[in-house]
């Protein structure tokens, strides 16, 4: 699935893609305080997270976030807080149709923006942070293609139709009907035209994006099955759940880092081949850049035979702090010596990497490190 | 809300209902191995916190929890672990229509049962755990009255209908449709006739019991909103989502029993006034029988002047030992104690307390003993 990914991503995104995020619930049906969206999630404001998983993409450019007046300064802070670099902040309207058109507004030359004009925007929600890579370039391309696009999911419950006294019309054969969600995606032109045209009353009672597209442009969206994690974060219990999954993919996947050795490498080769419930990188240990591997995940074993450590510790911290990847959550590096012998052990190396182990600790990073007597294992083969 | 629950069912339950219990889902949607109904929260089943919401009204009748025949001795062991005494375990059929049959005929004179035929019958899932009386009340009532009862909520997203070649084709106006939920009520011979009447191809790929109702017998169920709550726990997340509502059912309510002198009396009031985002209840420390508001909660705060607390506390734990009500989840008791003195500080009091606190701890029973000097008080009004 990555290969294809990025396949598909090198081939067919060379066009400028944006996104619009509405960001104007309140927190009403929270019972909450505090709009769902800002609300935190392991100490980050939920649309913080779905900001992150758009700024992650390389393909995607501007992300205009649309929120309303009194909350434009708490979303200031957000981005400068998380470090978010694509951002640009836009005051919303009386209704989600006015906020997303304020939002298009931005690339439009009706006011004056400097910001280029986007052959596709996508449209999301600031409550659905778990969108993924995957599913966006799906949308982009259909959008690119068919003008629209949006995804879908099947429907949870039975859609009944009910009389105006409250009791069942009838009730939709469920298979007929699809539940539209978010991300969707639209050629600029297309949804800014709609825009334009559609009346006060879309503006105020309509909510569906897909449905002005069709009805000022004529243009039937692509529909694209979604995954379950598209769900929109409604309730306070949605918080709850959203904080399960996050900590789930923190645990979820692990670097490996096996030191020169030949012995270790092939270790590491085969760790790949069974472990299979983490997602695993295995990548060499050398000076060349492998950032992108260090940033997919917080789980770190370096596997050596010799165990010099500290340096390379060191090194990798640095490079993990430069990009303040471990400010949010924790950092976890295990070290792995495999071959201690009698005179190793007695050396002071566990000491040095204790102290160091202190030391990276209260910069979020928590590193052990396990010695392996491989002298003593059985012998097979 | 209580005191009209109250005399709801004292009015008008005076005929007899029962549960029916479809408990047949898989765990494929959660990405699990065991069926999400057997899932536990809190060392505790899903299903049993389903069956609990209906065993502890005493309106109700039988709870007839229907489980796939691999699933039978599973089922049974919870009844008995849990202490379970109104539930009748059937095994189901193939679809979700066949199992609620399989569960109906257990009333019926078919199978010879012993069992008295309910007026009503409640059909509701295994996976909505979180069902209040006040919801059971009007949909047991409507159901009497009109024949058929559904609980329903508003869309969370907008329906679409698609065209086969996954383009869209129209979107509904969200305002005329509903989310068909659970629980829903039927008078017994209605929703038995509609299932002795029903076609094979219903049997096979229908789910909506209103829609039997209508079809076979002409009955327009009333349709009746439910709360967020009422959500199907379906999805991996949605464990997560319910087990921080259990934890925040359990800190939401709290009993406090003030000594008989007037001061804490006039305390408890207070705090009862001031209190307001606690449910509490207030009860007269007295050797009558309060064992219905104890075991609405599992927080507890006595408060004295005096400090005399080991025969109270002892009794009031021996109280919910033999209820049983310790076992899940920790009590709190909280005893505060107003006019510490020089003396009774000195006395060995608070190393009773320590001892106590020691020894019901291991019975799941968190002990915490407070001592105010009241005399100390900064002198008010
Ligand atoms: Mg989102
Ligand atoms: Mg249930």
Not at 162 to 185: C, I, V, W
Not at 231 to 245: C, F, G, M, P, S
Not at 291 to 315: A, P, Q, Y
Not at 340 to 347: C, H, V
Request: charged fraction near 20%; proline fraction near 4%; glycine fraction near 4%.
């Amino acid at each position: 699935a990555e290969w294809s990914t990025q396949r598909m991503r090198d081939a067919a995104v060379d066009f400028p893609v944006a996104v619009v995020l509405p960001a104007g619930g309140s927190g009403e049906r929270m019972g909450l305080p505090t709009p769902k969206q800002f609300c935190s999630i392991l100490n980050r404001p939920l649309i913080s997270y779905t900001v992150q998983a758009f700024e992650r993409l390389s393909w995607i450019g501007t992300i205009v976030v649309v929120v309303p007046k009194e909350n434009h300064d708490l979303m200031l802070d957000i981005v400068q807080k998380f470090n978010h670099t694509k951002v640009t902040v836009v005051n919303g309207g009386s209704t989600r149709h006015r906020s997303i058109f304020n939002g298009l507004q931005v690339f439009s030359n009706i006011t004056d923006s400097l910001m280029p004009k986007p052959k596709v925007i996508i449209i999301h929600d600031a409550v659905r942070p778990f969108v993924e890579e995957d599913l966006l370039l799906k949308i982009t391309l259909a959008a690119k293609e068919q003008g629209a696009s949006g995804a879908i999911r099947p429907l949870v419950s039975t859609v009944i139709a009910t009389t105006s006294e409250n009791f069942l019309d009838h009730s939709l054969e469920r298979t007929k009907y699809r539940a539209s969600e978010m991300p969707q995606g639209f050629l600029y032109d297309i949804i800014f035209q709609a825009y334009q045209q559609c009346s006060e009353f879309d503006f105020e009672f309509g909510t569906e994006c897909l449905h002005l597209a069709l009805q000022y442009c004529g243009t039937n969206a692509k529909l694209i099955d979604g995954p379950p994690t598209l769900w929109k974060v409604t309730y306070k219990r949605d918080l709850a759940a959203a904080e399960a999954i996050i900590k789930e993919t923190l645990s979820m996947s692990v670097c490996i880092i096996p030191g020169a050795e030949a012995e270790v490498v092939e270790l590491a080769k085969t760790l790949e081949i069974n472990l299979n419930t983490m997602e695993m990188d295995v990548i060499p240990y050398a000076k060349q850049s492998y950032m992108d591997c260090l940033l997919k995940t917080r789980n770190f074993i370096h596997v050596s035979m010799s165990g010099s450590t500290s340096s390379w510790i060191n090194e990798v911290v640095k490079t993990l702090e430069e990009a303040d990847h471990a400010r949010l959550y924790p950092l976890v590096i295990i070290w792995v010596q495999l071959n201690i012998t009698k005179q190793s052990a007695e050396s002071n190396k566990m000491d040095d990497l204790i102290g160091l182990a202190t030391e990276v600790l209260q910069r979020n990073v928590l590193l052990y490190g396990i010695q392996i007597d491989l002298s003593k294992r059985v012998a097979s083969e």
